[in-house]
């Protein structure tokens, strides 16, 4: 085995955009596992928009990433030493874990993925928190009924194409929000979405939604706030439910984002507008995995990933993010599994 190891570290906190230069690649020994721990290689990193917030120092729902420490984030790995017997070489697993080639951990730290004859990067993206995250909110939180509208934004995105999948699922119109005009075709023709509009082409972006949505709009999945989310809860209709994923339009920005008092529209409407965290679901997550492997099986769901090669290559994936470059859920293979 390779002796060497690397991980990605965050150098330096950036302001606006984040650019390569925030990031560095070190070299680091691979440390022998000790009782009841394993020495997990990495498959597969994710990388997820609210990454950018953790580059910022302060306070929020997670602590910031520490400088010159690596970054952090879901992965998937295979075990190939194992002093624990409650895991054996070969396993493959799944956790939260630094970035790098390697990683010695408790066994505790890892969760074993039982296959399921499903590429190994699913249990990443829809069979993961990205499914599960548009499981909870869009059902939990935004509560879709039959004959319904219901608007995502950033739809051609990791949770964006699970939620829309979801709610044409439960019966709803579903409209999308994307970038491209790729993007558009590929919810309109592959994913099932009745109506997908392109924010950067559309001349009036309120217009489009009033035509797109004749009878107002029930739940709004919100997963980029600023302009387009002013434009969508405008269109609120009585009792509407708007389930807040993100908000990566402002997650640049040095100051927070200043749009339309939504109070009166709330309030007018009897509307509910609330935040959540997948973590406040942790103890339900068999029940959303259940209903999402089904789906899946049965040719209900589709996924899509954007998957870069080369564990250096982590940084770039992270920023192509912000580009609006992926398709589905972004991931970075590092490695292949050894059998």
């Not at 928009?49 to 010159?68: C, D, Q, T, V, W």
């Not at 390697?102 to 993206?125: F, R």
């Not at 599960?132 to 935004?142: K, Q, W």
Request: charge should be negative; charged fraction near 25%.
């Amino acid at each position: 085995m390779n002796t060497q190891n690397q991980q990605i570290i965050l150098i330096n906190r950036p302001e606006g955009v984040p650019t390569e230069d925030a990031f560095e690649l070190r070299n680091i020994p691979i440390d022998k596992p000790e009782r009841d721990q394993v020495l997990v290689k990495t498959l597969y990193l994710s990388v997820d928009p609210y990454m950018r917030g953790r580059m910022n120092a302060g306070k929020s729902y997670i602590e910031p990433f520490a400088l010159h420490e690596p970054i952090t984030g879901s992965m998937i790995g295979e075990v190939i030493e194992s002093n624990s017997a409650e895991l054996n070489v070969g396993d493959k697993v799944q956790g939260f874990l630094p970035w790098q080639l390697y990683n010695t951990v408790d066994a505790k730290a890892v969760s074993k993925i039982n296959n399921t004859n499903v590429p190994l990067s699913a249990y990443l993206s829809v069979l993961g928190i990205t499914g599960l995250t548009a499981y909870f909110g869009l059902l939990d939180v935004g509560q879709p009924k039959k004959g319904e509208t219901v608007v995502v934004s950033s739809a051609a995105g990791a949770v964006g194409s699970i939620v829309g999948q979801i709610a044409k699922i439960k019966g709803a119109r579903v409209v999308g929000i994307a970038g491209t005009d790729e993007k558009i075709a590929h919810l309109e023709n592959e994913l099932g979405f009745d109506k997908a509009i392109n924010y950067n082409t559309t001349d009036d972006l309120q217009k489009a939604l009033e035509e797109a949505c004749p009878n107002g709009v029930d739940v709004y999945f919100d997963n980029v706030g600023g302009k387009i989310s002013d434009a969508v809860l405008s269109l609120l209709n009585n009792f509407a439910r708007v389930p807040l994923c993100g908000s990566i339009s402002s997650y640049n920005g040095e100051n927070e984002a200043f749009g339309p008092s939504i109070q009166p529209k709330l309030l007018k409407t009897r509307s509910t507008m609330k935040g959540f965290l997948i973590t406040d679901y942790e103890e339900r997550f068999d029940e959303g995995l259940r209903h999402l492997a089904e789906w899946l099986f049965a040719g209900k769901l589709k996924y899509e990933e954007t998957i870069a090669e080369g564990f250096e290559n982590a940084p770039r994936a992270f920023l192509d993010l912000f580009a609006g470059k992926n398709v589905g859920k972004q991931l970075v293979k590092v490695s292949d599994p050894s059998k």
